[in-house]
């Protein structure tokens, strides 16, 4: 059963920082492609961050300079480091991971940011 929990999500005022890790079942963290989706109420799911096997990494345009993505494949965890938070980063955030067809995907972790 492949499974991925995600954790480190809550509320924080506008500035501040959260780290998001998502912990995979031993198989996928090393060859798997992973990152992080969001989505906040009444809009679509959108990529927020994405790390290759290899480590190469993507961001959506809205959060670079912001969040860093990275990953741990000897704790099979990967991380999503968010600073300077905005009222608009407020979503659930989804792990997934990604071979090929086979992608699966966390139960995500609420992100809110406000005052």
């Known amino acids: 059963q492949v499974q991925l929990v995600e954790s480190g999500g809550g509320l924080v005022q506008p500035g501040g920082s959260l780290r998001l890790s998502c912990v995979t079942s031993g198989s996928i963290a090393r060859s798997y492609a992973m990152g992080w989706y969001r989505q906040a109420p009444g809009k679509q799911r959108e990529l927020v961050a994405a790390?290759?096997?290899?480590?190469?990494?993507n961001y959506a345009d809205s959060v670079k300079g912001r969040f860093t993505i990275s990953r741990n494949n000897a704790k099979n965890t990967v991380y999503l480091q968010m600073n300077s938070l905005k009222p608009e980063d407020t979503a659930l955030y989804y792990c997934?991971?990604?071979?090929?067809?086979?992608?699966?995907w966390g139960q995500g972790t609420q992100v809110t940011v406000s005052s």
């Open positions: 997934y991971a990604n071979q090929g067809v086979a992608t699966y």
């Open positions: 790390i290759t096997s290899g480590g190469s990494t």
